[in-house]
T-cell receptor
Framework: QKEVEQNSGPLSVPEGAIASLNCTYS??????FFWYRQYSGKSPELIMS????GDKEDGRFTAQLNKASQYVSLLIRDSQPSDSATYLCAVSTGGGNKLTFGTGTQLKVEL | KAGVTQTPRYLIKTRGQQVTLSCSPI?????VSWYQQTPGQGLQFLFEYFSETQRNKGNFPGRFSGRQFSNSRSEMNVSTLELGDSALYLCASSEGDQNTIYFGEGSWLTVV
């Protein structure tokens, strides 16, 4: 079983719609959770971090964490073509800054 | 603040050679970690250095090594290159423990 799982997609949504990206993780001891966006040929860029159960909003982005279900999600409201990218879920376990990444979900926002 | 800086950005090496990649973290960040990204395996953790000490290590062979200097700058070395080492190598820095990590632009390594 992979430690961090994401649907590879592609997930296609029309412009202006809500995109919902999901991630599950296997280590119950995980403490910190991150979403990164990666455009083709570029490096990952931090979108959101979340540490406690519930929702965290930042502009058009909302991260949701449910530790009991070992599930973290990212909602993108009013999706724009510029949001088209691969979204990587990352989980931190143990000490230090070692992150375990999912394989990413490719999002396509269509005009 | 300047971001994480990696050099070189692109390089081509021959099988059997060795390569050294360099990373300058964000000013004030003491943790530097390295990741390998390939289409098949995704983003995989190589190792993390904090205050010149290796704090975490991923599941890579001993051909992959790294170090950190007193100014927090870091280098990673890959010896006896194999074709499968062709990848994007990403350096990330963080202020301390369990903090958000920020990636550099990466070094694209092609082994021929």
């Amino acid at each position: 079983q992979k430690e961090v799982e994401q649907n590879s997609g592609p997930l296609s949504v029309p412009e202006g719609a809500i995109a919902s990206l999901n991630c599950t993780y296997s280590d119950r001891g995980s403490q910190s959770f991150f979403w990164y966006r990666q455009y083709s040929g570029k490096s990952p860029e931090l979108i959101m971090s979340i540490y406690s159960n519930g929702d965290k909003e930042d502009g058009r982005f909302t991260a949701q964490l449910n530790k009991a279900s070992q599930y973290v999600s990212l909602l993108i409201r009013d999706s724009q073509p510029s949001d088209s990218a691969t979204y990587l879920c990352a989980v931190s376990t143990g000490g230090g800054n070692k992150l375990t990444f999912g394989t990413g979900t490719q999002l396509k926002v269509e005009l | 603040k300047a971001g994480v800086t990696q050099t070189p950005r692109y390089l081509i090496k021959t099988r059997g050679q060795q390569v050294t990649l360099s990373c300058s973290p964000i000013s004030g960040h003491r943790s530097v970690s390295w990741y390998q990204q390939t289409p098949g395996q995704g983003l995989q953790f190589l190792f993390e250095y904090f205050s010149e000490t290796q704090r975490n290590k991923g599941n890579f062979p001993g051909r992959f090594s790294g170090r950190q200097f007193s100014n927090s700058r870091s280098e990673m070395n890959v010896s006896t290159l194999e074709l499968g080492d062709s990848a994007l190598y990403l350096c990330a820095s963080s202020e301390g423990d369990q903090n958000t990590i920020y990636f550099g632009e990466g070094s694209w390594l092609t082994v021929v």
